[in-house]
Structures are given as C-alpha cells and as structure tokens.
C-alpha cells in the first residue's frame, strides 16, 4: 500500500472541512490501519470491522444491498463509517454538536476519494 500520504491528505483536508472531528481512520475491512490521526487506532480499526461485518450481514439480510455506511450516537459524540472503495472504509468520531448532515456529506466524499485512492495501490503491481 503505497498511498498512506494521499489517503493522509484526504484526512486532513476532511478534518478542515469539519472541525467537529475528533479523529479519522481509514482502514481495510479485516481492521488494518491505512491512515489515521486518532488515538487507540489499532483499537478502532479491530472494531470498525467487526461491525463492518455485522452491518454488511444486516443490510444483505435484510434485502438493503452492500454497504454503503454505519452511524452509531453516544452520549458524547458520534462514530461513523463510510464504505471506501472495494476494500476500506472510513471512520470518523464527532462531537455531538457535529450537523449529522454535513458530516455524511464530507465523510462520504471523503471515503469516495480514500477508496479510490487505496483501490489504484492495491492494482499497482509492487516492485520487487
């Protein structure tokens, strides 16, 4: 994965445009950090997957297509993931003052670009 700068950029180009954000993460959908500026990463990455995993099983289940995005409210702020291309996703943590709206208007531009950029690396063949 050569794209950890670019993917970087889109992060903190997203972190500009919403200042409400408290960390980004773009990672694989098996949990392996790509890009970040959010502590406990690791931490994160594990658990966006899991419920990548169970949200992919609802939607399918459920008749709702592929996954497109999660949005989970706490009392302190919100936790959103967004598909990222074919094997990343996006996640973002929020303030709970953040305009829900504008945060899936930026994050799924966002993810759109993340994913873009990740799929291009991955096709890339590696130099040996």
């Not at 445009?17 to 970040?36: E, F, M, N």
């Not at 990222?84 to 996006?90: D, E, F, K, P, R």
């Given at each position: 994965?050569t794209?950890?700068?670019e993917?970087?950029?889109?992060?903190?180009r997203?972190?500009?445009?919403?200042?409400?954000?408290r960390?980004?993460l773009?990672?694989?959908?098996?949990?392996?950090?790509?890009?970040?500026?959010?502590?406990?990463?690791e931490?994160v990455?594990?658990?966006?997957?899991?419920?990548?995993?169970v949200?992919?099983r609802?939607?399918?289940?459920t008749?709702?297509?592929?996954?497109?995005?999660?949005?989970?409210?706490?009392?302190?702020g919100?936790?959103?993931?967004?598909a990222?291309?074919?094997?990343?996703?996006?996640t973002?943590l929020?303030e709970?003052?953040?305009?829900?709206?504008?945060?899936?208007?930026?994050?799924r531009r966002?993810?759109?670009?993340?994913g873009?950029?990740v799929d291009?690396a991955?096709?890339?063949p590696?130099?040996?």
């Amino acid at each position: 994965m050569t794209a950890e700068t670019e993917v970087l950029g889109e992060i903190r180009r997203l972190r500009a445009r919403l200042p409400q954000l408290r960390g980004v993460l773009a990672a694989s959908i098996d949990g392996l950090v790509l890009a970040t500026d959010t502590a406990e990463a690791e931490s994160v990455a594990a658990l966006t997957a899991a419920a990548l995993s169970v949200a992919q099983r609802l939607t399918e289940t459920t008749g709702q297509g592929g996954f497109k995005e999660l949005l989970v409210r706490g009392e302190s702020g919100y936790v959103a993931t967004y598909a990222a291309g074919s094997s990343a996703v996006l996640t973002v943590l929020a303030e709970p003052r953040t305009n829900v709206g504008r945060l899936h208007l930026e994050a799924r531009r966002a993810g759109a670009r993340v994913g873009a950029l990740v799929d291009a690396a991955l096709e890339r063949p590696q130099d040996a």
